[in-house]
């Protein structure tokens, strides 16, 4: 599967932003879905994921309350919908897909077998 992530921007603190992540390729309903960031000098860390079935979603604890992930399988795209900015949120934004993921590895970058090029979101204070 293609993944190709976009709406990242520059906004300004408290402001929303939403990612989508269009797919093509093999069946979209097969892969569960994560956003992961990168910040400049950090690690890539796990923002949010959701199954195959998009009834259950996970977030990273920065997130919560904050950022809704969602998926639309007859347009093949995930979404993660962005409120309330922190400037902390800056980074690249990627998305990845699996199709055997497990619970247990949902937060895991090396669980994931396709990822797309990134969307830079920045965050001004």
């Known amino acids: 599967v293609q993944l190709q992530a976009s709406g990242g921007g520059l906004v300004q603190a408290g402001g929303s932003l939403r990612l989508s992540c269009a797919a093509s390729g093999r069946s979209f309903s097969n892969y569960a879905f994560g956003w992961f960031r990168q910040a400049p000098g950090k690690d890539r860390e796990f923002v949010a994921a959701i199954r195959r079935s998009g009834g259950s979603t996970y977030y990273t604890d920065s997130v919560k309350g904050r950022f809704t992930i969602s998926r639309d399988n007859a347009r093949a795209t995930v979404y993660l919908q962005m409120n309330s900015l922190k400037p902390e949120d800056t980074a690249v934004y990627y998305c990845?897909?699996?199709?055997?993921?497990?619970?247990?590895?949902?937060?895991?970058?090396?669980?994931?077998?396709?990822w797309g090029p990134g969307t830079l979101v920045t965050v001004s204070s």
């Open positions: 990845a897909a699996d199709s055997g993921l497990i619970v247990s590895s949902i937060g895991n970058r090396d669980a994931y077998d396709y």
